[in-house]
């Protein structure tokens, strides 16, 4: 009799032992389902970021600021997530967003076919802008006129080929950062500085030397995200056609950039009842 208990309490003990298993292994599914979006940290948005592009992205009293860290920071709000973020250079963010190193970054990002090989992007987040700014000593009234000049553009960025095919006889000079490039230009390195539309709004109020062209679009700018990332993408998506459906968009643009600077008509045309920035061109 004994022995028929102990083996009563030896199976009851098994079956005890096959239920706690069987609730871990739900448990740990449960637990790594609740990351659907395959963030590399649950309830986390990891950016990276350019501390030195004022007003799109930069360094404000030690945190990040600016039009595109607010941007995103809106949309991850849409998202249920928490934001960080990372500088870094241009050059390498791509790769890292591949690498899983980031999740996406608030870089304006021109959409182009290479990089199309390295990872996804999101909708549209705006139309590419770029000026070529020259010393008002020497300057170079159009894009075109830098012919055979020598002009600098950040090492990495996604105008140095659309730069090239327009012009197919410059030389390009490539500069860590945009304060790299400026100084470059201020020392008569180079002839001109190719960047975008409010970075050249910021240059040139710094440096009373300098002028600029008219502005050239360039091409579709979006956020990268990891090919392998489907889930992530369609969120990040969904959070910017949200934060333009609710004017938040719009109100940031009006906020971040310089009097006169105008939302691209083809940002307009992506997103159908998209306000455009107030009619007094500043806030």
Known sequence: MKAALNRRLLG?????????????????????????????????????????????SFVENGKPAGFLI??????????????????????????????????????????????????????????????????????????????????????GSELIPLLKEKVPTIQIKEFPNIAASANGLTAGQVDGLFTGTATTSQLLSQHPAFTATEAITTAQTAFPVAKDRGPLKKALDDALTAVIADGTYTA??????????LIPQELLNAYPGMAQRPAHGGS
């Open 252 to 261: 940031l643009f009006d906020k971040w950039n310089p009097p006169g600077m």
């Open 70 to 155: 607010e941007l995103t920071e809106a949309m991850a709000k849409k998202m249920r997530l928490e934001p960080s973020y990372v500088a870094t250079d241009f050059a390498s963010m791509l790769p890292n967003v591949r690498n899983h190193t980031y999740d996406s970054a608030a870089f304006g990002t021109l959409v182009t076919p290479p990089r199309q090989e390295v990872t996804d992007f999101t909708k549209p987040v705006s139309f590419g802008q770029a000026q070529l700014i020259s010393r008002k000593a020497a300057a170079l009234a159009t894009v075109d006129s830098a012919a055979g000049k020598t002009v600098a553009v950040t090492r």
């Open 12 to 56: 009851v003990a098994a079956l005890s032992l096959v239920a706690s298993v069987t609730l871990a292994a739900c448990g740990g599914a449960a637990s790594s389902g609740s990351n659907q979006l395959g963030t590399i940290a649950p309830g986390q948005l990891k950016l990276a970021f350019r501390s030195d592009d004022k007003p799109t």
